[in-house]
């Protein structure tokens, strides 16, 4: 049975410097009800479905082939490691690469690294003799502990299904030293709404800078859009990201017009059906209640 200390300091958060969301603590009945539904016939054989899958990608990723793809965005690291961890973090800075999130890739592992290392008997563990289905649990509620991107989570998720809990760490290091082998020095355009004051300025640079190793000289340049309205657009070929107000608008305004067609086809299904569905309970909840804080959270 998995070890219990490692397993308790996971779900509870109790050891953790880093931040971590907030979740809810499986009960032993409920770990029970999961087990149930992993051993079942059709989710084993849409495992291995999944699996073959993601063998494939990352086998592309690590080959030749694969190599242009860090070569199409510019961002490429300047050594080469040949490990089987290496392998691995050459396809993870690829895939990181291809997307343009490096740097928030770097930062959330970074985080993980610190989770292995610092709750007591996790490493060990995650290295050790114990059985792989109790390494996948671990893993798994490691990825429950923090907030991961697509390709983060992929990487655990990966490693979760091909059994490479003991290259897990050495992998997170070769990482590491691939993003710190860039080129020091980083071209980054902002696009703000309004002329910035050095106040401000220095504020936004301070956490486009968390983005990146220590070690890196940053050349910034800055462009004045009143379009965005508030917010700022960061473009880089380390790291993109578009936080104006007026791409939030815009993701809003595309939510309520998929929820609005939506209500229409239950509303033409209940006719068709001859079913008062804009009676049930489900309906309701859905379509007429509003959640004033988590709309304004949005924008």
């Known amino acids: 049975m998995l070890t219990r200390f490692s397993r308790t300091a996971i779900k509870n958060g ?30 084993k054989e849409a495992s291995k479905k999944s699996r073959e899958q993601y063998k494939e990608i990352i086998s592309k990723l690590t080959s030749e082939e694969g190599k242009s793809i860090t070569q199409s965005t510019g961002v490429k690291p300047t050594i080469n490691i040949s490990s089987p961890s290496g392998k691995i973090a050459h396809a993870l800075f690829d895939a990181a690469s291809s997307m343009r999130s490096i740097g928030i890739v770097s930062k959330e592992l970074a985080q993980v690294k610190t989770i292995i290392e610092k709750t007591p008997g996790f490493k060990a563990a995650l290295e050790g003799e114990i059985d792989n ?42 990482f590491k030293r691939l993003v710190a082998s860039l080129d020091s020095e980083m071209s980054i355009r902002l696009t703000v ?28 340049s800055y462009i004045v859009d009143p379009a965005i309205e508030k917010g700022f657009i960061i473009e880089s ?34 006719i068709k059906t001859q079913t008062a569905v804009w009676e049930t309970k489900d309906f309701k909840e859905k379509y007429l209640t509003f959640d004033e804080k988590a709309y304004d959270a949005k924008i």
């Open 14 to 43: 109790r050891y953790f410097s880093t931040s971590a969301k907030t979740t809810t603590p499986l009960t032993d009945a409920e770990e029970v009800e999961i087990l149930k539904a992993v051993q079942a016939p059709e989710f």
């Open 133 to 174: 289905s109790e390494k996948s649990t671990m893993v798994e509620l490691l990825q429950n502990t923090v907030s991961l991107s697509p390709v983060s989570g992929f990487f655990l998720y990966f490693m979760t299904y091909e059994q490479n809990f003991k290259l897990i760490n050495p992998t997170l290091n070769d």
């Open 193 to 220: 709404a309004h002329q910035y004051t050095e106040t401000e300025r220095n504020d936004l640079e301070k956490n486009v800078k968390s983005f990146f190793p220590p070690e890196t000289t940053f050349k910034f």
């Open 237 to 270: 070929p380390f790291i993109n990201h578009d936080a104006s107000y007026a791409t939030a608008v815009k993701k809003v305004q595309s939510e309520e017009q998929t929820v609005f067609t939506e209500f229409l086809n239950d509303i033409k299904n209940g």
